[in-house]
């Protein structure tokens, strides 16, 4: 009975401390609820009806997804800590690839396919990213429009992608990637985005939407757009030409 007792009042002060944690986080968790498209005011119509149906971009390392490998007959290293969402196992580089989603990343792709018509353009090779992509696309249809590696434009020694091959008009394609250095091939055109590091708390999609939402109605996203950062690269090629 002592021994009961003693465990009663030693968990209590914890269950209540636990209590308080989940109702704080509970109290201050404010959801971002969007209105369907069909609840847009007849003035919001109008203007979207006005302007081009924009193409979003989509780098998919670190951006969308970060991805850990796995040599076959090699003792792991640095295996991360949080629970994959899809492995698959690629012969060409004898290795199992585990997948890791970022934070709310289902809920982006469902909000900016309804906005965006979507291109996925990486830098990785086909054979890893397509079964990656598939597995994101659900099914879907939102994500069939790729392109890799083999697509980009080989520039100062870097895979440089170019917004163009996915639209040809610049006002109406833009660019989220994690790579200042893409971004600086397409300043004008790109939203720089912090790499997704496998495990962290990552806001950064969902925080992404509210912009994303505002950019659609844009007659030419470069208005907003080359204003968002400045891009050093190309500033920092011609500064190590000229010495
Ligand atoms: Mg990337």
């Known amino acids: 009975m002592g021994l009961v007792v003693g465990v009663a009042c030693l968990m209590i002060p914890r269950l209540w ?9 509970c109290v201050e968790y404010t959801p971002i609820i969007y209105p369907s498209e069909d609840r847009l005011s007849p003035v919001s119509k109008r203007r979207l009806s006005l302007v081009g149906r924009k193409t979003l971009v989509l780098d998919m390392d670190e951006t969308m997804i970060t991805s ?20 698959f196992y690629l012969p060409a580089y004898e290795a199992t690839i585990y997948v890791y989603k970022r934070p709310y990343l289902d809920h982006f792709l469902d ?18 990213a397509s079964p990656i992509l598939d597995f994101l696309d659900r099914g879907r249809g939102i994500l069939n429009s790729r392109l890799y590696r083999q697509d980009c434009i080989e520039m100062y020694g870097t895979r440089a992608k ?38 962290s708390r990552d806001e950064a999609l969902i925080n992404l939407l509210p912009f994303l939402d505002a950019l659609r109605f844009m007659k030419d996203v470069r208005s907003v757009l080359k204003h968002c950062t400045r891009f050093e690269f190309f500033s920092t090629i011609l500064e190590s030409v000229a010495q």
């Open 68 to 87: 850990w490998l796995k040599k076959s007959g090699k003792k792991p290293r640095n295996k991360p800590r949080v629970a994959h969402d899809f492995k």
């Open 111 to 128: 909000r900016v396919s309804k906005w965006y018509d979507l291109t996925v353009f990486t830098a990785g090779a086909e054979l890893y």
């Open 162 to 199: 170019c917004v163009l091959l996915a639209s040809p008009d610049l006002c109406n394609v833009l660019l989220l990637d994690n790579s200042s250095t893409e971004c600086s091939f397409n300043a004008g055109n790109a939203i720089l985005i912090k790499s997704y590091e496998i495990g």
């Open 17 to 25: 401390l636990l209590l308080a944690s989940v109702y704080r986080i």
